[in-house]
């Protein structure tokens, strides 16, 4: 097992803010675009990544909330023509249908790690975002075990981002960023799809090593 | 890490966030989807089984969901339901690929283009539940006061929460399809036999002879009604079969008919003329449980079976024959549901009706072994026997955009018209009507869609609450996404097969989607419109299912412990009673004549005869596999068929130079689709058929969009003064009293 790195430290930061940055468009969200590209830009630096093409799409959305909630929900949830890449892993690697096999395994892995999905959201288990947000749980619990010393725990997460990365998010990744980049009028998600599917690329390479 | 150069350091990552890289997590936010299971309400259900009814059609089959890390897996038939029997039809086999369809509507969502039109982006945006439920009730509360209730028409099936929510509303328009699906046989039924209305259980099962007019009740895989007839003809039944196509029913018979459409009618007119006249009929059940007998005599005199012979081009000899073998065979029965013969598709289709119930009681076949069953239901309570809330305002008395008020036999059977809506609204008489809200019926449903659009396009506001982005939900300003069957609970009475009282238990799974029920949405609109009064506190599903649980002395758990299901099986016993005011079963409908309609069906030919290049029958079917959009979007059954055609018959189409697979214009009065040709001898040459559930112009659903025509575009809408001048107290749309021309494109 390799010593707990910087990278480590990085992970939960990147997989939130990719995660927040899949969910739907918020007034807050706008607000604190800034700060939002901030963490990811400063968490991914150095990593090769089109990172800027990010937030050179986000500028050029300039303020429109309303805009990028149009492209949300007719790429992400219903729309015209269809729903365009829905984010959804069962959509990609089981028929079609959604709550398939892989979000019954997805949500399998949340329950492992005491956790299932909160009411409110309303969201099913192997959306991108949830999957993303839950790649940020297990880098944290293993972040948090690693400062407190316990080497055991955090290598154990480790192992879990392997599993679930390998088995619930890589395997459908560029088959939904290719849909998303057909299917967009603005850039802002082609963009943010291309460093998702590079960033759990890169991710999956450097939890092999280190597990 | 620096196999892909992460050089991110500690010290700038410190800097994100302040002290420590874990308070620089949290400053960014906790879960927003996760949460520890422990503080979870309960959004899976656990693995295990789940009890419903099917919703797909309204024959309710009871199944049992198998669930599986929170999601059902399949379903299977209840064998304790008398309906299902342990079955379900490939449609309720399939109804999974509904719950978990991508194309689903799965948020509440607002329109931003103001523009509304087919092939119009609405350019939606998803919205809180609030946010559409302030929308919606703040358009409509500005509807409602400047231009009065009545402005705001309901397009729904009329259960009880709808209902409720267009009389709390106060508004007469509660706008429903049953015009163009079984009204006719629903007034006939009211006027002769029950005093409500049609009954919907068949004793197939055990009749020996099942004679019938355009019913393709196995054609369209009703689970039940399928096994009985099939459970009949192994026992020895005879089926007959008038259509003018070999549907899957009349290929399954040992007689095929094809009589000319719009014309059973005449070959009914005789045979009741050969069974009086040859004194064939059941003296016992005529004499003792009908009233009319002498005025029928009378009346059927000159309907010879020379007379009906060349008006439907049936050989008068058959038409003896088949009279002699009915009323002789025991039993025999007259198998019909809705858009047969009888149903509301010819504007002689309620005589028709009429002389369906005449022929099963001059055989005694009505409440009898074998014969059409009056349905056994529990009688559970109402809204009002469980809450307290203000009468309902006289508006909803009132006059109404389609008219149907002027139906006195039909009005208080509580149903809806299709036909007249478009015209209503362009016409804005007797008023204007200004918002819309549409709860599962789709525009594509209507007779001539095209021009309903037109109507609705004049509208200041239209909700939608639905499952799929079906057309309407194109043309809406707000979208309130429904939750399927699977998704709600209840009790369900048997009525497709009620031979003794008996109801389902529906144990709702979690909404996949952030979905809400009609009853939860229609509270919440009330209450924001200022009409709180009319939801009184505990209103809604569970306080009804409460009281019905109480009503019938039993527990949801209780049902569960029994297999699904509540009630007792019990012999039949026939009634001697029937719901009309003299208690018999009238063969001369004293209601209808009270009405100033004739108790007795005369000889009526049908609204539309060939004339000139309009020389083809419009005939409708479905596949057996198709229900509405619960079936359309649905990527395997859909793919058994992926385009509907014109169905004609092989001879006449050499005739015209028209080839399989030549591409054809089917033109009527209303407007042309234009469909590939298939070829078949199974057809009369003067017809063409086309199959319903196709023509899609909402993109939203991926699968169901753009393959084949709408039928429908063919039939045309009417006005109240069109529909009222036809006399009919039904009200029918004549879905397929229509002729077209057909020429090569």
């Known amino acids: 097992m390799s010593p707990w790195s910087e990278q480590d430290l990085a992970r939960p930061t990147i997989y939130q803010a990719l995660a927040q940055g899949l969910a739907y468009p918020s007034d807050e969200f706008m607000a604190r675009a800034q700060d939002w590209q901030a963490r990811l830009v400063e968490a991914l630096e150095g990593v090769v990544l089109p990172v800027a093409q990010v937030t050179e799409a986000l500028q050029a959305v300039n303020g429109d909330l309303q805009a990028l909630q149009v492209e949300h929900t007719r790429l992400f949830i219903n729309g015209v023509p269809h729903v365009l890449a829905p984010p959804y892993a069962s959509v990609y690697i089981d028929g079609g249908q959604l709550f398939g096999r892989p979000a019954a395994r997805a949500l399998r892995a949340y329950q492992q790690a005491g956790l299932t999905l909160s009411a409110a959201a309303h969201a099913l288990p192997d959306h991108l975002a949830v999957e993303l947000e839950f790649m940020f749980y297990l880098g944290r619990e293993g972040l948090e075990a690693s400062e407190q010393g316990d080497v055991a725990q955090a290598d154990l997460m480790r192992r879990r981002s392997a599993e679930f990365l390998s088995e619930c998010l890589l395997p459908w990744a560029p088959a939904w960023r290719q849909r998303v980049e057909e299917s967009a009028q603005l850039a802002f998600y082609p963009a943010l799809a291309r460093v998702i599917e590079t960033w759990l690329s890169a991710d999956s390479q450097f939890l092999a090593n280190a597990t | ?745």
């Not at chain 2, 342990?86 to 931003?112: A, E, H, N, Q, W």
């Not at chain 2, 005589?351 to 056994?376: E, K, N, W, Y």
């Not at chain 2, 309130?480 to 109801?503: I, K």
């Not at chain 2, 009804?544 to 019990?570: H, N, P, R, S, Y």
Request: glycine fraction near 10%.
């Open chain 2, 1 to 745: 890490m620096s196999d892909h150069g992460m050089q991110l350091s500690r010290r700038q990552f410190l800097k994100l966030g302040g002290v420590s890289a874990l308070s620089a997590l949290a400053l960014g936010g906790g879960l927003e989807y996760l949460t520890p299971i422990a503080q979870a309400s309960p959004l899976l259900a656990e693995d295990g089984r789940l009890y419903g009814t099917c919703g797909v059609c309204s024959m309710g089959c009871a199944y049992i969901a198998h669930l599986r890390d929170g999601r059902i897996t399949h379903v299977t038939g209840n064998p304790a339901d008398q309906t299902a029997e342990g079955f379900l039809c490939v449609k309720g086999y399939s109804s999974v690929r509904l719950l978990y369809d991508p194309d689903r509507l799965k948020y509440p969502m607002k329109r931003t283009n103001p523009e509304r039109g087919v092939g119009v982006d609405p350019g939606w945006v998803k919205i809180t539940w609030d946010e559409a439920l302030d929308l919606t009730a703040g358009n409509l509360k500005a509807v409602r006061d400047r231009y009065g209730p009545q402005a705001i028409a309901l397009v729904a099936r009329t259960q009880t929460w709808q209902k409720h929510f267009a009389q709390s509303i106060g508004t007469p328009n509660q706008i429903a399809h049953q015009n163009t699906c079984y009204t006719t046989h629903d007034v006939v039924w009211r006027a002769m036999v029950t005093g409500k209305g049609k009954t919907w259980t068949v004793d197939y099962e055990h009749s020996q002879y099942i004679l019938t007019f355009g019913w393709n009740g196995m054609g369209n895989s009703k689970n039940h009604w399928g096994r009985a007839v099939n459970q009949a003809l192994a026992n020895g039944a005879r089926l007959v079969v008038f259509d003018p196509r070999l549907s899957i029913t009349a290929s399954r018979a040992h007689e095929w008919i094809p009589i000319k459409p719009g014309t059973d009618l005449a070959a009914l007119l005789a045979m009741i003329h050969v069974i009086i006249d040859e004194d064939l009929y059941d003296h016992d059940f005529v004499d003792n449980y009908t009233t009319g007998l002498d005025e029928l005599k009378a009346h059927v005199q000159d309907y010879t079976p020379d007379w009906a012979a060349p008006i439907c081009e049936v050989p008068a000899e058959a038409l003896a024959r088949i009279a002699r073998e009915f009323a002789t065979t025991k039993p025999a029965v007259i198998a019909h549901h809705k858009r047969d013969a009888g149903g509301p598709n010819y504007a002689n289709s309620w005589r028709t009706a009429q002389c369906f119930v005449i022929m099963d009681a001059l055989v005694g076949s009505l409440d009898r072994p074998g014969g059409h069953i009056l349905d056994r239901q529990f009688k559970l309570p109402g809204l009002r026997d469980v809450w307290q809330f203000p009468d309902y305002s006289d508006t909803i008395k009132g006059p109404r955009i389609d008219g149907l008020d002027k139906y006195p036999v039909l009005k208080p059977l509580g149903k809806g018209s299709f036909s007249t809506l478009a015209e209503g609204i362009l016409s804005q008489s007797p008023y204007p009507v200004k918002a819309a809200f549409f709860w599962k019926h789709n525009i594509l449903s209507f007779p001539d869609p095209p021009r309903l659009v037109e109507a609705l396009k004049t509208l200041d506001f239209i909700a939608v609450s639905d499952v799929l982005p079906t057309e309407i939900v194109q043309l809406a300003d707000v979208v309130l996404p429904d939750n399927t069957f699977f998704e709600g609970s209840g009790l369900n009475q048997r009525q497709y097969h009620a031979m003794y009282p008996q109801v389902a238990l529906r144990e709702p799974l979690p909404p996949v989607h952030d979905t809400k029920s009609f009853a939860a949405v229609s509270f919440e609109i009330l209450k924001r419109m200022g009409l709180g009064e009319y939801v009184p506190e505990g209103m809604g599903g569970k306080g009804l299912m409460q009281a019905e649980l109480e009503a019938l002395g039993t527990a949801a758990d209780e049902i569960k412990a029994q297999g699904g299901m509540w009630g007792e099986a019990t012999p039949l016993k026939p009634k001697t009673e029937f719901g009309t005011a003299s208690g018999k079963i009238d063969l001369t409908a004293a209601l209808l004549e009270e009405n100033g309609y004739p108790g007795l069906p005369a000889w009526q030919p049908p609204r539309t005869e060939p004339h000139g290049d309009y020389a083809f029958h419009l005939l409708i079917w479905r596949r057996p596999w198709d229900r509405m959009t619960q079936t359309q979007n649905d990527p395997i059954v859909s793919g058994f068929c992926t385009e509907n055609r014109a169905l004609l018959n092989a001879g006449k189409a050499r005739e015209l130079g028209i080839a399989e697979g030549d591409e054809v214009w089917v033109e009527s009065i209303a407007n042309r689709i234009m469909l590939k040709a298939r070829l078949t001898e199974g057809i009369r040459p003067d017809c063409v058929a086309i199959e319903h559930g196709f023509g899609h112009w909402s993109t939203g659903l991926s699968i169901a969009y753009g393959r084949g025509a709408n039928e429908g575009d063919l039939i045309p809408a009417l006005t109240v003064e069109q529909q009222l001048a036809l006399g009919d107290p039904g009200m029918s749309a004549m879905m397929e009293d229509v002729m077209v021309k057909i020429y090569k494109v």
